[in-house]
Each structure stands twice: as structure tokens, then as C-alpha cells.
């Protein structure tokens, strides 16, 4: 950026602006439109506008990255207006159709649609990756027996780094594909020790004849008998819901996984901090308060109470509503659908008819229809795992397996981004100026901790 006199970056298109502290006009130059046309400009440009020469320079306030973008990135297109999602150009509606999972995480890390060989090699080292060593079932046995299962999840991914402590050569492709490889295969093996260990049953060792869901339900699933067959309604519908969950662009959790890689530390350490973000009630644990939101409704004949209550500011409709999405989430509408293949197998039970309920009137009050609120994926997510039988608190986890194609994908193009650095944002400090210290309390021991260390 430079004065108005003299515009240095020569760009096509620049912003005026004057500072009317000073009289000084900028001229900032605005990027070049990408392919769906979004534009910004540099936040650095920025810096130069100042009113003396030694003062920091002008920044952009913005708390929750309302309006940042902190990257390019080729992987996720959203259109939140239209109701658009994009796997590297592809419609999630054809991906969620025609696709498998794996085909899927393949096509978000390369960014192409995998060969039959490819595909091949990349199912086998999946599938021959799912075993983990046995100290972890000792360190899941450590947990309680009532232990939330995205807590265990979360911290047996971040063990796993203590595993593979090669995994911290990011700069190596044969490391980080390894890395990757490691983390789909185990994801499913590790979810389904946890919800194991929460039932108080016997760990399932993956069954290597069987596909990436399938494998992944008998782990859950399987009892005495010698081979798990799965519902083929069950099998297809969290095929579906894995590829709608595989990735969603710059999301609190995969924000996180991309904050936390970018100090260069190992995936395991990263993507433990992916589902830390992705357990909080406002991002994937909203699946799980779905439920007990209709668990705490009732009955249908409670629902224009609570309705009203939402809208008077008593707490909000889970489920719906999205940060991007201020249209129908195209998710939803797949799910709905895929809801109805569900409940067709299973039937449809009082918490369903709330839930239906809920949806109806929600669409037609003015408080959420001005306030674009739509059913987001989350809502009818919770209703497909509970009628498989599948524990509330174990929906997120769910959302975790599936999560981690798309916080791998964009780990690996964040690192191999030369513009990325160390994410470190700025702030506006609001607090004292400089003051003496002048003690309040009795320091006692003040020096005494040496005893700690020298008996
Ligand atoms: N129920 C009732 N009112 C709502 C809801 C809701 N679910 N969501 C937003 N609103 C209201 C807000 O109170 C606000 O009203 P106001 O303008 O009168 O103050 C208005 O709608 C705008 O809401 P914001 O909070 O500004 O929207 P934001 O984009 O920050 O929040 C979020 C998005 C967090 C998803 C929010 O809609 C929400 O909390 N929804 C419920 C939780 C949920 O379902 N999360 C899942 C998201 S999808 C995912 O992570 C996979």
C-alpha cells in the first residue's frame, strides 16, 4: 500500500481510503477476485496507516473472524447465501450419491478423484493401518467408566503422538503421508475402544475384510458372533454422513487444527486439538444437544412453550441456525432424506415426532425465518445415530472420524503454503497502563521451594 501519490503496488482495482485523523489518503490494492470471485485486501497493508511514524499502525478488529480470511485455500467451496457446499469443485449432493468415505478424503487431500490403482493402494494402507498398539487399550482402561467419549477420543489421538515420534518431521511427504494414513485408520478403532470401554465390553480388533464403516460398526457392534454383517440401511447412511462431515472449509475445529499445526508440531497433537473444538455445544456437540433438548421438551404439547422461550432469549433452538449458512445447509437437506431411509427401517418414536414437530413450526415463525434460521446439519444427524442405537454423548465422535479427512487435508495445505507462518493473532489490549507492584498477601515461604528440590 502506499499514499495516493504514488500507488507502488500498481494494482487494477485499490481502495481509497483517507484518515481523517491525519488528511492522509491510502490507496490499498485489492487482491485479484479468486474463482468464485471473493476479494480482500491485505490486513499488512493496513499497518502503514498511522498518525505518527514510531506508531504500531492501524489494524482490523474482528472477534470471531467474522469477516477474516486467514488463508487461501483450493479444498471447500460454501456459498452460505445459496446453500452451496463444494468438495474440490465437486457438489457434496453428487459426492454424498456416488462417492465412498475414502474416495472422499482422497479427493480433499489431492484434490482429484483417485484411479481405480490409486484408490486401491490408498484403501489397502487404510485398511492395514486400523490395528493400535496395545498400551492404548491400557491407557483407555485408565479412564472411568462414565468418561465422556470425546474426552477419551481426544486424548488417545494426542497419546498417539508419543507413538510415532517420527510424526513430528512434517517437513517430509513420506512422514506426513504415513501420518495421515495412521490417523484415518485409526480414528474408527480408537471411537469405537471408547464407546467399548464406556459399555464395560471387550475391545473388537478391526476386521480387515471389511470396508472403512463397516469395519468400524462391527467394532462397535460386534458380540460373540464370527463375522459382523451389518444393516445395510445403517452401513450406507453413515457412508453418506461421513462424506457430508468430511470437511467444511474454515470451522472452528479444523481453524484450530490449522492454528495449532502451524507451530509445526506433530497431526496427532493437531488434529487432539481438531476434536477439542469440535466437543463444545455451539460447534459438533450440537448433534448431542439436539437430543436432550427433545429429551428435556418431552411432549409434543410442550413445544409452543419452549418455542416461546427461545424467542424470548431463554436459550436457543439447537440445531439450527449457522455462522455461514443463512440459507437451507445443503446437508440437511440430504440428511432429511437420509433420515427418512432410516426411519423406515426403524420406525418413528415420540422423540422423532417432536423433533418433526419442532422443524415444522420453526419454519414458519417470523423470529427464525428473519433471522435465516435453518435446520443445520446437526439437527436431523442426532436423530439418524439415536435411532441406530448409537449413545447421545457418542454423536460427536461420529462427527470426529469424518472431521478428520477434512483437518488433514487442510493441515497439509496450510504447511505447504509459503505465505502461512505461525498463527498468531494481534489484540487490543484494554488493560491497566504500567503500575508498582505493591504486595497484598503474607509470601511466607518466599524462596522456601528449595526444599522441593534439594532433601
Ligand atoms: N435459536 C434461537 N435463536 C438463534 C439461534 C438458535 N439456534 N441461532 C441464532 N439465533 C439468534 C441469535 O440470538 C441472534 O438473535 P438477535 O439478532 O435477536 O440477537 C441471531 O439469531 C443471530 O445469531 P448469532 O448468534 O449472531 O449467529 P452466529 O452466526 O454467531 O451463530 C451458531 C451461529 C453458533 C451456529 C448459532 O446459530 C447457534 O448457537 N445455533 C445453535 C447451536 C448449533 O446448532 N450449532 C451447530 C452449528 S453447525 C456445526 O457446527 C456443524
Known sequence: MSKTESNAAGATSALEIRDTRTGTSYSVPIMPPATEGDTAIRAMDLRQIKQKPDEFGLMT??????NTASCKS???????????????????EQLAEKASFLETAWLLRNGELPTQTEYDDWKHQITYHTYVHENIKTFLQGFRYDAHPMSMLCSSVAALSSFYPDAKNIEDPAERHISIVRLLAKLPTLAAFCFRHVKGLPFIYPDNDLGYVENFLSMVARMSEPKYEGNPAFVKALEVLFILHADHEKNCSTNAVRAIGSSHVDPFSAVAGGIAALYGPLHGGANE????????????????AFIESV????????????RVYKSY????????KLADDVFKVVG?????????????IALSDEYFISRKLYPNVDFYTGLIYRSMAFPTDFFTVLFAVARTAGWLAQWEEMLLDKEQKIARPRQIYTGYGERAYESTISHGGRGGGKDAVRK
Open 329 to 336: 445447509d445443503p446437508r440437511a437437506r440430504i440428511v432429511k
Open 74 to 92: 483450493a479444498i471447500t467451496f460454501i456459498d452460505g447465501d445459496k446453500g452451496i457446499l463444494r468438495y474440490r469443485g465437486y457438489p457434496i
Open 289 to 304: 444437544a439436539v437430543l436432550h433438548m427433545i429429551k428435556e421438551i418431552g411432549d409434543k404439547k410442550n413445544i409452543p
Open 348 to 360: 418413528i418414536d415420540k422423540d422423532l415426532e417432536i423433533a418433526l414437530e419442532l422443524e415444522r
Open 61 to 66: 478488529y474482528d472477534p470471531a473472524f467474522m
Open 311 to 322: 424467542k424470548a432469549g431463554k436459550g436457543k433452538l439447537m440445531g439450527f441456525g449457522h
